[in-house]
Protein backbone atom coordinates (compact mmCIF):
# COMPACT_ATOMS: atom_id res chain seq x y z
CA UNK A 1 0.00 0.00 0.00
CA UNK A 2 1.19 3.27 -0.58
CA UNK A 3 2.03 6.08 2.09
CA UNK A 4 3.47 9.24 2.70
CA UNK A 5 5.21 10.59 5.61
CA UNK A 6 5.50 13.91 7.16
CA UNK A 7 8.25 13.84 9.99
CA UNK A 8 7.91 17.17 11.12
CA UNK A 9 5.00 18.95 12.17
CA UNK A 10 5.77 21.85 12.53
CA UNK A 11 8.69 23.97 11.02
CA UNK A 12 9.58 27.40 11.88
CA UNK A 13 11.95 29.58 9.32
CA UNK A 14 12.61 33.70 9.22
CA UNK A 15 11.78 35.47 6.78
CA UNK A 16 14.39 36.10 3.80
CA UNK A 17 15.68 32.15 4.83
CA UNK A 18 15.62 29.26 2.68
CA UNK A 19 12.91 26.75 3.95
CA UNK A 20 12.39 23.28 3.56
CA UNK A 21 9.52 21.00 4.64
CA UNK A 22 9.95 17.03 3.99
CA UNK A 23 8.16 14.39 2.53
CA UNK A 24 9.40 10.60 1.95
CA UNK A 25 6.71 8.12 0.53
CA UNK A 26 6.58 4.56 0.43
CA UNK A 27 5.06 3.20 -3.26
CA UNK A 28 5.22 0.35 -5.01
CA UNK A 29 5.79 1.01 -8.82
CA UNK A 30 6.80 4.51 -10.48
CA UNK A 31 6.09 7.28 -7.91
CA UNK A 32 3.37 9.71 -8.71
CA UNK A 33 3.91 12.99 -6.02
CA UNK A 34 2.18 16.08 -5.04
CA UNK A 35 2.46 18.97 -2.95
CA UNK A 36 -0.23 21.09 -1.91
CA UNK A 37 -0.98 23.85 0.28
CA UNK A 38 -4.08 25.16 2.72
CA UNK A 39 -4.20 28.59 3.97
CA UNK A 40 -6.75 28.64 6.62
CA UNK A 41 -10.31 27.97 6.27
CA UNK A 42 -9.38 27.13 2.59
CA UNK A 43 -9.38 24.15 0.39
CA UNK A 44 -6.08 22.86 -0.50
CA UNK A 45 -4.11 24.17 -3.63
CA UNK A 46 -2.00 22.43 -5.82
CA UNK A 47 1.75 23.36 -5.48
CA UNK A 48 3.42 20.74 -8.08
CA UNK A 49 4.38 17.65 -9.04
CA UNK A 50 7.06 15.06 -9.87
CA UNK A 51 7.16 14.36 -13.56
CA UNK A 52 9.59 11.31 -14.29
CA UNK A 53 12.76 12.40 -15.27
CA UNK A 54 13.22 15.93 -13.49
CA UNK A 55 14.85 15.41 -10.31
CA UNK A 56 13.87 19.23 -9.18
CA UNK A 57 10.74 20.14 -10.14
CA UNK A 58 9.31 23.94 -10.26
CA UNK A 59 5.83 24.88 -8.70
CA UNK A 60 3.79 27.80 -7.85
CA UNK A 61 5.08 30.58 -5.81
CA UNK A 62 8.52 30.09 -6.28
CA UNK A 63 8.35 26.49 -4.36
CA UNK A 64 10.48 23.65 -5.66
CA UNK A 65 10.97 20.00 -4.80
CA UNK A 66 13.92 17.57 -4.94
CA UNK A 67 12.81 13.92 -5.99
CA UNK A 68 15.40 11.68 -4.67
CA UNK A 69 14.63 7.75 -5.84
CA UNK A 70 17.27 6.51 -3.87
CA UNK A 71 16.30 8.24 -0.87
CA UNK A 72 12.58 7.83 -1.06
CA UNK A 73 12.12 11.37 -0.39
CA UNK A 74 10.05 14.70 -2.32
CA UNK A 75 11.35 17.75 -0.14
CA UNK A 76 9.52 20.85 -1.17
CA UNK A 77 11.73 24.17 -0.92
CA UNK A 78 11.92 27.44 -0.89
CA UNK A 79 15.08 29.47 -1.54
CA UNK A 80 13.72 32.37 0.14
CA UNK A 81 10.54 32.26 2.45
CA UNK A 82 8.30 34.65 2.54
CA UNK A 83 5.52 35.77 6.06
CA UNK A 84 3.03 34.77 3.65
CA UNK A 85 3.78 31.06 2.84
CA UNK A 86 3.30 30.55 6.47
CA UNK A 87 0.08 27.52 5.66
CA UNK A 88 -0.17 23.84 6.17
CA UNK A 89 1.40 21.85 3.22
CA UNK A 90 0.57 18.38 2.73
CA UNK A 91 2.89 15.53 0.96
CA UNK A 92 0.70 13.43 -1.57
CA UNK A 93 1.18 10.13 -3.60
CA UNK A 94 -1.37 8.58 -6.61
CA UNK A 95 -1.43 5.06 -6.86
CA UNK A 96 -3.16 3.36 -9.49
CA UNK A 97 -6.01 3.06 -8.79
CA UNK A 98 -6.18 6.46 -9.09
CA UNK A 99 -6.65 7.55 -5.40
CA UNK A 100 -4.44 10.18 -3.61
CA UNK A 101 -2.63 9.32 -0.34
CA UNK A 102 -2.08 12.67 1.64
CA UNK A 103 0.75 12.76 4.66
CA UNK A 104 -0.01 14.32 8.07
CA UNK A 105 0.49 18.05 6.89
CA UNK A 106 3.18 20.13 8.01
CA UNK A 107 2.84 23.12 9.39
CA UNK A 108 5.02 26.05 8.17
CA UNK A 109 5.42 29.52 10.20
CA UNK A 110 7.37 32.41 8.76
CA UNK A 111 9.11 34.75 11.21
CA UNK A 112 8.96 38.25 10.02
CA UNK B 1 -15.06 27.83 -14.52
CA UNK B 2 -16.19 27.74 -11.18
CA UNK B 3 -13.79 24.74 -10.25
CA UNK B 4 -15.37 22.71 -7.76
CA UNK B 5 -18.07 24.44 -5.46
CA UNK B 6 -19.58 22.92 -2.54
CA UNK B 7 -22.35 23.42 0.27
CA UNK B 8 -22.92 24.59 2.60
CA UNK B 9 -19.91 26.35 4.06
CA UNK B 10 -21.08 25.53 7.45
CA UNK B 11 -23.43 22.92 8.87
CA UNK B 12 -24.17 22.25 12.83
CA UNK B 13 -26.19 18.79 12.62
CA UNK B 14 -28.27 17.04 16.04
CA UNK B 15 -26.90 13.66 16.43
CA UNK B 16 -29.10 10.78 14.63
CA UNK B 17 -30.07 13.71 12.08
CA UNK B 18 -29.13 12.81 8.41
CA UNK B 19 -28.06 15.53 5.71
CA UNK B 20 -26.36 16.01 2.16
CA UNK B 21 -23.22 17.89 1.27
CA UNK B 22 -23.33 19.13 -2.09
CA UNK B 23 -20.39 18.72 -4.55
CA UNK B 24 -20.24 20.17 -8.12
CA UNK B 25 -17.12 20.44 -11.19
CA UNK B 26 -17.51 22.38 -14.24
CA UNK B 27 -14.00 21.29 -15.61
CA UNK B 28 -15.64 17.59 -17.18
CA UNK B 29 -13.75 15.60 -14.31
CA UNK B 30 -14.09 11.98 -14.94
CA UNK B 31 -12.84 10.98 -11.02
CA UNK B 32 -14.09 12.78 -8.02
CA UNK B 33 -13.80 12.27 -4.03
CA UNK B 34 -14.73 13.21 -0.85
CA UNK B 35 -12.25 13.49 2.08
CA UNK B 36 -12.62 14.71 5.35
CA UNK B 37 -9.90 15.94 7.48
CA UNK B 38 -9.48 15.88 11.12
CA UNK B 39 -6.46 17.67 13.15
CA UNK B 40 -2.90 15.61 12.39
CA UNK B 41 -4.50 12.98 10.23
CA UNK B 42 -4.35 14.37 7.38
CA UNK B 43 -7.07 14.18 4.68
CA UNK B 44 -8.51 10.67 4.56
CA UNK B 45 -10.46 8.97 1.43
CA UNK B 46 -14.53 8.51 2.45
CA UNK B 47 -15.61 7.82 -1.17
CA UNK B 48 -14.89 8.28 -4.80
CA UNK B 49 -16.00 7.78 -8.50
CA UNK B 50 -14.33 7.13 -11.55
CA UNK B 51 -17.32 8.38 -13.71
CA UNK B 52 -20.45 8.91 -13.82
CA UNK B 53 -22.95 5.53 -12.18
CA UNK B 54 -19.34 4.35 -10.74
CA UNK B 55 -18.37 5.11 -6.79
CA UNK B 56 -16.32 2.80 -4.82
CA UNK B 57 -15.08 3.00 -0.50
CA UNK B 58 -12.21 5.16 0.60
CA UNK B 59 -10.01 4.29 3.51
CA UNK B 60 -13.45 5.39 5.69
CA UNK B 61 -16.48 4.69 4.34
CA UNK B 62 -18.57 3.77 7.32
CA UNK B 63 -21.51 6.62 8.04
CA UNK B 64 -21.54 8.15 4.56
CA UNK B 65 -23.24 7.02 1.17
CA UNK B 66 -22.41 8.56 -2.07
CA UNK B 67 -23.80 8.37 -5.79
CA UNK B 68 -22.71 9.81 -9.26
CA UNK B 69 -25.74 10.40 -11.54
CA UNK B 70 -23.87 12.70 -13.63
CA UNK B 71 -20.14 13.84 -14.23
CA UNK B 72 -20.81 17.38 -12.68
CA UNK B 73 -22.26 16.19 -9.30
CA UNK B 74 -21.17 14.04 -6.73
CA UNK B 75 -23.04 14.20 -3.27
CA UNK B 76 -22.03 13.07 0.07
CA UNK B 77 -25.18 11.83 2.36
CA UNK B 78 -24.81 11.48 5.86
CA UNK B 79 -27.53 8.75 7.03
CA UNK B 80 -27.44 9.41 10.86
CA UNK B 81 -25.11 11.93 12.04
CA UNK B 82 -22.64 10.83 14.98
CA UNK B 83 -20.30 13.12 16.75
CA UNK B 84 -17.55 11.47 15.64
CA UNK B 85 -18.34 12.71 12.43
CA UNK B 86 -17.68 16.10 13.38
CA UNK B 87 -14.95 17.24 10.80
CA UNK B 88 -14.44 19.32 7.82
CA UNK B 89 -15.37 17.78 4.49
CA UNK B 90 -13.27 18.38 1.07
CA UNK B 91 -14.58 16.99 -2.32
CA UNK B 92 -12.20 17.19 -5.04
CA UNK B 93 -11.67 16.40 -8.70
CA UNK B 94 -9.20 15.03 -11.19
CA UNK B 95 -9.49 14.81 -15.43
CA UNK B 96 -8.54 11.51 -15.01
CA UNK B 97 -6.76 9.21 -17.51
CA UNK B 98 -3.14 10.30 -16.08
CA UNK B 99 -1.81 9.36 -12.81
CA UNK B 100 0.23 12.65 -12.63
CA UNK B 101 -2.74 14.63 -12.93
CA UNK B 102 -3.37 16.88 -9.98
CA UNK B 103 -6.48 17.19 -7.63
CA UNK B 104 -8.44 20.60 -7.58
CA UNK B 105 -10.42 21.14 -4.52
CA UNK B 106 -13.59 22.71 -3.07
CA UNK B 107 -13.78 25.11 -0.66
CA UNK B 108 -15.01 22.68 1.98
CA UNK B 109 -17.54 22.52 4.27
CA UNK B 110 -17.18 22.68 7.82
CA UNK B 111 -19.50 20.27 10.06
CA UNK B 112 -20.42 20.13 13.84
CA UNK B 113 -22.45 16.97 15.07
CA UNK B 114 -23.86 17.70 18.88
Known amino acids: AQSVAQPEDQVNVAEGNPLTVKCTYSVSGNPYLFWYVQYPNRGLQFLLKYITGDNLVKGSYGFEAEFNKSQTSFHLKKPSALVSDSALYFC??????????FGPGTRLSVLP | NAGVTQTPKFQVLKTGQSMTLQCAQD?????MSWYRQDPGMGLRLIHY???????DQGEVPNGYNVSRSTTEDFPLRLLSAAPSQTSVYFC?????????????FGPGTRLTVL
Open chain 2, 49 to 55: SVGAGIT
Open chain 2, 27 to 31: MNHEY
Open chain 1, 92 to 101: AVRDYGQNFV
Open chain 2, 92 to 104: ASTQGGRLNDEQF
